[in-house]
């Protein structure tokens, strides 16, 4: 037995030996190494396996490395390799021949290329590049039934002349376009870009490409571009139809999924519930559209829904936007009814504000003073003196009459 386990002991170690790569394999590098510009901020590296080598029967592969602008590395079988990455500050990669599946390291020298950085001036490109994309019902196709904006905003360059001018395109998958709405500064250059409508597919993986270029009659300017993953831009729409129903004390909430190409089951839920009368606030997060709670009968409550993407249908993006508060409880007055109170209430308070000021400063008899009107008192007497004369000898007699208004009596005496 002995003798039979040391022959097949020999064997296998003999085949192991077999099967194990020469160490004096030299591997050679790949040849006609490029990097061609196919699309905004993507390349695209090309080379050819090196027709020296001497074994064909092994099998081979390549190990490709980012150089700049920032470092990466990985393996690929392939001849040719397409990468997205910003171009504005250049790009350069490295490429070499290893062993496919093989546990002993044995790899070529490298090979490189480089994609040199485009012109212009220090601090001429844009900066604080933004970008957010939004989804809206398509109404003008049925193939497509959800349609994606975008909406970019950035700084001017601290060192671009006055002249400068941006112009954005951006790039998602095969789709370029070129911006056509632009928002200005006040000196007429552009700082915003509105698409109401893209190829963008608001549910795909892939990168949106963004790039900002400009032009002077004083300075070339530096071009940027930047990358931006969906799930981290999208701004989700409200839930619609938000409902709510109280019976006693309980308060019961319904609403429907936000205007989006995800389905229902995609989106969790932020629900905010808010006391009136003592601002005490309910926060609840849900994986439905319903919710129940229990509430008093003398308060009046405020209730808004907000909504994200779940991450079981894509990375975990931002929180949308509140929906527009609807209240239950205690009645309340619409905006209108507020008015038609508050207007006559106002109005009141001006006048009788305005009538103190005219008590106190007596503006009233200053503006309308008083005409003057002949004195009219029931008490007065009218006096009325006759004189007649006889002659120059006679006993002058003077008549003294008494004569009261109207409607009283009239008395009459005589003085000698």
Known sequence: VVPVFLILLGATATLQVDLLPDKKLLLLPPVNFTIKVTGLAQVLLHWDPNPNREQRNIKLQYHVKINSPQEDEYDTRKTESKYVIPLHEGFTASVRTILENSHSFLASSWVSAELKAPPGAPGTSVVNLTCTTNTAMNNRTHLRPYRVSLLCTWLVGKDAPEDTQYFLYYRYG???????????????????????????????????????????????????????????????????????????????????????????????????????????????????????????????????????????????????????????????????????????????????????????????????????????????????????????????????????????????????
């Open 174 to 416: 095969f789709w370029t376009e070129e911006c056509q709405e632009y928002s200005t500064d006040a000196l007429n250059r552009n700082t915003a870009c509105w698409f109401p409508r893209t190829f963008i597919n608001s549910k795909g993986l892939e990168q949106l490409a963004v790039h900002v270029n400009g032009s002077s009659k004083h300075a070339a300017i530096k071009p940027l571009d930047q990358l931006f993953f969906l799930h981290a831009i999208d701004q989700v729409n409200p839930p619609m139809n938000v409902t709510a129903e109280i019976e006693g004390t309980s308060l019961s909430i319904l609403w429907e999924k936000p205007v989006s190409a995800f389905p229902v089951q995609c989106f969790d839920y932020e629900l905010k519930i808010c006391n009136m009368k003592n601002g005490y606030f309910q926060m609840e997060k849900l994986t439905t559209n319903k919710f129940i709670s229990k509430i008093d009968d003398v308060s009046t409550y405020s209730i808004q829904v907000r909504a994200a993407v779940s991450s079981t249908c894509r990375m975990a993006g931002n929180w949308g936007e509140w929906s527009q508060p609807i209240y239950m409880g205690g009645e309340q007055k619409p905006l209108a009814e507020w008015f038609l109170i508050l207007l006559p209430a106002t109005i009141c308070f001006i006048l009788l504000i305005f009538s103190l000021i005219c008590r106190v400063c007596h503006l009233w008899t200053k503006l309308f003073p008083p005409v003057p009107v002949p004195k009219n008192n029931i008490k007065d007497l009218l006096v009325v003196t006759n004189c007649e004369k006889t002659g120059s000898n006679e006993t002058e007699v003077e008549i003294i009459s008494y004569v009261k208004e109207p409607g009283f009596e009239i008395f009459e005496n005589s003085m000698f």
